[in-house]
């Protein structure tokens, strides 16, 4: 079963995510989209943004767009 992450604040998150690249802790890890609910969750178009669940941060399209993403 995948986690599915929300539009919700993270709970041990802080800070807002800053646009920069992936780095190399990202490389090879997967990046869980983040959804505003559970009705959008069909296309990856539709995500808020991509988190990095190594270390958390959080990626915009721009950042994913010759990524694989975790898909369910
Ligand atoms: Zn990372």
Known sequence: MLN???GSPQQ???GAPT???I?????GKELMPR???PEQMD???NALGFVCHACGREFGHDMVRNRKISQS
């Open 4 to 6: 599915k992450i929300f």
């Open 35 to 37: 959804w505003r609910g």
């Open 43 to 45: 296309d990856d178009t």
């Open 12 to 14: 041990g998150y802080s």
């Open 23 to 27: 780095s190399h802790c990202c490389i």
């Open 19 to 21: 646009p920069q690249s």
